[in-house]
């Protein structure tokens, strides 16, 4: 992949760690299986997935604009699951995963593994993609779609091998 991927939203982590709190109850061992499997393609780009302890006081559901990332249970969804990502100029800073346990109830392990796949592909700063390829960003997981493909794998080198934006400075107060 030459150009940009038509779905990236713009936005990308800086270098370093994604610390994620992951309070997925009895989803959290398909989410960790998310989480490392984009760990492999995102190692090469010095980036990596990690989970985090809570530091808010108040541990209760985590709220975007918290300055936590997180991924959490709640019934405030009508999806399988979403995802909200908050960014300032072209730096994701944050990203919060819902998943719904209403509608992820009887999913095999294995297909919980590609919607939190396609979560995390949100949270990395990608929306859905409805081209020709087959991607796990896909509106509709299509039944092709068995984990990251080669497409998501392209678009994430193109668009995180881009310098970070430099932030604004601050203008100084009189």
Same mark, same amino acid.
């Given at each position: 992949?030459?150009? $940009?991927?038509?779905? #990236?939203?713009?936005?990308? #982590?800086? /270098?370093?760690?994604?610390?994620?709190?992951?309070?997925?109850?009895? =989803?959290?061992?398909?989410?960790?299986?998310?989480?490392?499997? #984009? !760990?492999?393609?995102?190692?090469?780009? +010095?980036?990596?997935?990690?989970?985090?302890?809570? /530091?808010?006081? !108040?541990?209760?559901?985590? $709220?975007?604009?918290? +300055?936590?990332?997180?991924?959490?249970?709640?019934? !405030? /969804?009508?999806?399988?699951?979403?995802?909200?990502?908050?960014?300032?100029?072209?730096?994701?800073?944050?990203?919060? %995963?819902? &998943? !719904?346990?209403?509608?992820?109830?009887?999913?095999?392990?294995?297909?919980?593994?590609?919607?939190?796949?396609?979560?995390?592909?949100?949270?990395?700063?990608?929306?859905? =993609?409805?081209?020709?390829?087959?991607? %796990?960003?896909?509106? @509709?997981?299509? =039944?092709?779609? /068995?984990?990251?493909?080669?497409?998501?794998?392209?678009?994430?080198?193109?668009? =995180?091998?881009?310098? &970070?934006?430099?932030?604004?400075?601050?203008? @100084?107060?009189?």
């Amino acid at each position: 992949m030459t150009s $940009l991927p038509p779905h #990236w939203i713009g936005a990308k #982590w800086p /270098t370093g760690t994604i610390p994620l709190v992951v309070e997925a109850g009895e =989803y959290r061992s398909a989410f960790l299986e998310a989480m490392q499997t #984009w !760990n492999i393609y995102l190692a090469p780009l +010095k980036r990596r997935f990690v989970v985090a302890r809570r /530091t808010r006081r !108040n541990p209760a559901m985590p $709220l975007m604009g918290d +300055k936590e990332s997180a991924v959490h249970i709640t019934s !405030n /969804t009508s999806f399988y699951a979403d995802c909200d990502v908050r960014r300032i100029g072209g730096r994701i800073i944050e990203a919060d %995963v819902r &998943l !719904n346990p209403t509608k992820l109830i009887a999913i095999p392990h294995l297909k919980l593994v590609l919607i939190f796949m396609h979560e995390l592909g949100h949270a990395l700063g990608f929306s859905h =993609y409805d081209g020709p390829e087959i991607s %796990v960003l896909h509106t @509709k997981l299509p =039944y092709q779609v /068995t984990g990251i493909m080669p497409f998501d794998i392209a678009s994430l080198k193109s668009s =995180y091998a881009l310098p &970070l934006p430099k932030p604004k400075p601050t203008p @100084k107060r009189k």
